[in-house]
Structure formats: C-alpha cells, structure tokens
C-alpha cells in the first residue's frame, strides 16, 4: 500500500492534513500537547503524527484530527491488547 494511505484507504497526507500538522507543530513544540491516544505529554523533541481520532478519542473530547506519539501510532493494537490483558486481569484479581 501507499505511504500516503493509511491502514483504511485513506488519503492522510492532503494538503489538509499538512496545514493541520503544520498549525499543530508549534503547540507539539512547548510539550504540552497531549497524545491523544495515550495522554502522555508529547516531548518537544519527540516524532509525532497528526492522527484520526477514533470513536473513544472523539468520546474522550478529542478533535477529528490531533497529534500522538509516532510509536503510539504503531503500536495501538499491541496497547489496545495489553490494556484488555490488563484489565481482564483485574477483573479476575476482583473475585
Ligand atoms: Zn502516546
């Protein structure tokens, strides 16, 4: 697949997405932007993406659009799988 495509066929690198990234670059650059998948503070020096936000991000006050971490852009499955380890662990911990 293109790198101009994400995982769904979509165009994330449209002029759009680029003024976005460019409007957002400033703000990642104090650190004090917050990835939105993992609510870390994103360092100044670290590699950021501009991401779609999904259903639980939006539902979390998210915009369509805002930075995460470039590793935590990779790694979303491997987090959504240890985040469902976790929690079924504690669940079973409960009992
Ligand atoms: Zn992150």
Known sequence: MSRKHDRYGQHVYGSVHK????RWGPRVRTGQVCCWRCGDP???????DLGHVDE?????GFP??????????????TILKQQLARNALQASRRW
Not at 19 to 22: L, Y
Not at 42 to 48: F, H, N, R, T
Not at 64 to 77: F, I, L
Request: include cysteine; charged fraction near 45%.
């Open 64 to 77: 369509a659009r805002h930075p995460e971490h470039r590793a935590c852009n990779r790694a979303t499955v």
């Open 56 to 60: 639980d991000g939006r539902a979390r």
């Open 19 to 22: 003024k976005e990234r460019k």
């Open 42 to 48: 994103i360092a100044p020096e670290a590699k950021w």
